[in-house]
């Protein structure tokens, strides 16, 4: 599944009754009278073909459905220029940050009214923090959200072990994940840890997690509406621990190739691994030769997590909105339940859906994976992974000129104020 749409790589699978159209667009009616809907995903090819396969379940003689083929790897570019030709789907597969940038744009149909009333199939039917943050301010939904990314490090037991390193739990600390990278690093590992999401764009926003909790400032008052961003003294000690254990080695520095990391971790080459639940999928069917585990983000005192969801957003100008609604409602209660057994990638934010997706991973008995994402599903301080603004653009160049430097020891700590004091300047000039 995907990280917002550039996250996670594998989200899921799906096909059978769906025919594949050549082109976007929202199709509307057929000269037959029948009502059509199109999707695009961003999966990959045996993905999609799950999806296909559960949508044959869809039984409405009014309605076809049509999955518009689309190389997952330029999802992006694709959905680029199908926004700028008007051209969009009824349902395409959309990252938080677009659904709320789509919507603020008036770009989105507003699902709020739908998913209001009563009935299995409302705002109440999923996950509370999941939809607060797909809701605009002024209360739209211009997209349904479908998977949740929980977010941990992936762990190397035999790693460990030989290390004499306990292995990560529920409640490991910070220290005790630098401490356990360096011994890694000392036996041997190129890098003990790999972790992008601290030294990538999203970096400030993950490092947020040590400072929530050890009691600080979050980075920001929110990735959707900010009125600022803060750096006070513990963010900079998380930072700092970070920039010892970059500059040790025990820790892979920013611009390390983390294009293909789970083959690396799978091979046991990396130790420690950063990063999402979705890996799981793979390593059920790439069958690593090392035995793994997948512990929760560390704490200093309270736990703190990091969100993230993807979803499913329709255009404003789609020609059959009650039909492309009945096939969201189909997608999100009954699809996932057909393919989530078979290539358990997250839990869905729909909550009678969770059921296949937590069953698939206690079947193949994958129980740390299974109890990390039910304790990130349950952690209730949290922080987005990225600015979902319009101008997060102007953000992120800010963030790629200081927080590389930063990390690796060209910039001192004091210009993390710096960069906070740029960033500040961009909400206040946006807001």
Known sequence: ????????GALLAAGGLLATAGCGGSSGKQSDGKA?????????????????????????????????????????????????AKKLPDLFWCGNDTE?????????????????????????????????????????????????NTYGIWYNIDAFKAAGIPLPTAGWTWDQMFDAAAKLHAKGAKYGLVA?????????????????????????????????AT?????????????????????????YDISNQQAPFA???????????????????DKPKIKYGFAPIPRVDKPTTLYDA?????????????????????????????????????????LSAQDAYFGALDKAGLTTVASTVKTGLNTSSTIGVRFTTQWAGQTNDLITAYWPDILQGKKPLSELQTMTDKINEVIKSNS
């Open 231 to 255: 750096i006070d003294a513990k963010y900079t000690e998380g930072v700092s621990k970070l920039v010892a254990g970059i500059k040790s080695g025990a820790v892979a520095p920013p611009g």
């Open 267 to 285: 091979a046991g080459e990396i130790p420690m691994l950063w990063s999402g639940q979705w890996l799981a999928a793979g390593f059920l069917t």
């Open 36 to 84: 059509t809907v199109t999707i695009m995903t961003w999966e990959s090819n045996a993905t999609n073909k799950a999806i296909d396969k559960a949508l044959t379940g869809f039984d409405d003689p009014n309605i076809t459905v049509k999955r518009i083929d689309t190389p997952n790897g330029n999802y992006s570019d694709k959905l680029a220029a199908l926004t700028q």
């Open 310 to 350: 993807v979803g499913i957003c329709t255009p404003s100008y789609t020609q059959n909105a009650d039909a492309t609604f009945k096939v969201l409602k189909y997608l999100d209660s009954t699809v996932w339940t057909k393919v989530l057994p078979d290539s358990p990638v997250a839990a869905p934010a729909y």
């Open 100 to 148: 709320r940038q789509y919507t603020d744009q008036g770009l989105l149909t507003d699902w709020s009214s739908r998913l209001s009333g009563s009935g299995d199939f409302n705002a109440d039917s999923f996950v509370a923090s999941t939809m607060k943050n797909w809701k605009t301010a002024d209360g739209k939904i211009g997209g349904v959200p479908s998977l949740m």
């Open 196 to 228: 992008d999401a601290m030294t990538s764009l999203d970096g400030p926003f993950t490092l947020s997690t040590y400072s929530q909790s050890a009691g600080g400032a979050p980075f920001t008052d929110s990735v959707h509406q900010p009125t600022k």
């Open 1 to 8: 599944m995907k990280r917002s749409i550039h996250v996670a």
